[in-house]
C-alpha cells in the first residue's frame, strides 16, 4: 500500500462525514422534519463524494498517469479505474 497525500485531512473529512451520519441518526431517532432531514443526507452524500473524488484523483495522479508506467501497465490501470467509476459512480 502506498502513503495516502494528504491523510490527516483526508481523515479530518472523514470524520466530518461521520459527525454528519450521526446527525443524520439524531434527526431520525428525534422524528426531525422531513425536509431538514433529507438536507442533511443531501450533505453527507455531497461529503461522501467530494472525499470519493479526491481519493480517485490521487490515485489517478500516482497510479494510472505516472510517469515511470509501461504503457501495458497504464492502460491495465486505466481499465481498473474505469471498472471503479462504472461501479461505484452512481
Known amino acids: 500500500m502506498h502513503a495516502i497525500r494528504d491523510k490527516d485531512r483526508l ?3 472523514v470524520k ?3 459527525g454528519q451520519v450521526a446527525a443524520i441518526e439524531r434527526a431520525l431517532s428525534e422524528e426531525a422534519d422531513c425536509s431538514l ?3 442533511q443526507v443531501a450533505a453527507a452524500r455531497g461529503a461522501i463524494s467530494g472525499l470519493m473524488e479526491e481519493i480517485m484523483a490521487q490515485h ?3 497510479h494510472v ?3 515511470d508506467l509501461a504503457d501495458a501497465d497504464r492502460a491495465a490501470r486505466a481499465e ?3 471498472a471503479l467509476l462504472h461501479r461505484y459512480g452512481r
Do not use: D, F, N, S
Request: hydrophobic share 50%; net charge positive.
Open 80 to 82: 481498473e479505474v474505469i
Open 11 to 13: 481523515l479530518a473529512r
Open 60 to 62: 489517478l495522479r500516482e
Open 16 to 18: 466530518r462525514i461521520a
Open 37 to 39: 432531514t433529507l438536507q
Open 65 to 67: 498517469a505516472g510517469p
